[in-house]
């Protein structure tokens, strides 16, 4: 005898989706954003690669500008204010105090009009600081006297120590004689040092001049493989990343320098053939 099992539990047919059905406003306006959002989103990536090229071409610039203004930095004496004399070793000197304001810069190249002077380098930090500092004291008997100072200006060798003040010798070139002496004051944190130079009083004083160089090859070096290194370096992250609107852009920015450099050129040729053949 089979039992009555009664009706069997049909399953719920399959939602079915119309063509026709209305889709949910709020799913609309949050597709409507995404794809807007990422729209902006590749635009920014697009313009960050356009501009990434022309921004390290101008750190490489400015990079190599100040490597080369780095290197030396002259600055002569316009003025000084005249000491009491003082005598070292049993002879008598007379002594000339120089402060940063009583520099001005020079250079073997053309200066332009209006050119600020100032003799920046003229601090603490960079005259102690410096690769090499270089001072040349001009004295009517003996013309022109140098001395150099490795490591900067508080490196120098000490000849004569003498009330506290530390004199490092200026000698005239071909003679053993001492023209002069010099000494450095820093004068605490909070001002700038002072330059004091000691003439024999037999000879009349006409001025110095200061030079402090500074070691740039690193930032030379750094100038010139800035733009090959930086951009081959940041090409090659964007495809790996998956910034592909950041490397097109890197690409088309790379074109159109090319374009302008090329165009350059070809103008550049062309007038100085046209120059050669009119001169």
Known sequence: MVGNEGPKESSPPPKQVLLWEHVPESNTK?????????IITDKKLYVSGLLFLPLLIVIAIVSGIEAEEGNGM?????????????????????LYTFEKDYFEMISSSYIPPGTDLTCDVFTDWDLQNADRFHIQVHVDKFGEMHENCYGG?????????????????????????????????????FKNGQITVAVDSENTFK????????????????????????????????????????????????????????AGLIVLISLTIWLFMTW
Request: glycine share 10%; hydrophobic share 35%; aromatic share 12%.
């Open 30 to 38: 949050l597709s409507e954003q995404s794809f807007i959002v990422s």
């Open 74 to 94: 002259k600055c002569e004496s316009s003025g000084w204010r005249s000491q009491d004399t003082l005598e070292i070793e049993g002879r008598e000197y007379s």
């Open 153 to 189: 200006i508080d490196r120098c060798d000490v000849a004569v120590q003498q009330d506290g003040d530390e004199w490092i010798e200026v000698n005239p070139r071909d003679s053993n004689q001492i023209g002069a002496y010099f000494a450095y004051n820093d004068r605490g944190f």
């Open 207 to 262: 001025g110095i001049e200061v030079t402090v160089h500074k070691d740039t090859t690193i930032l030379s070096i750094f100038s010139f493989i800035l733009v090959p290194v930086g951009g081959t370096v940041g090409f090659f992250l964007a495809k790996k990343t998956g910034y592909d609107d950041f490397a097109r852009g890197m690409v088309f920015s790379m074109k159109s320098l090319l374009g302008i450099g090329l």
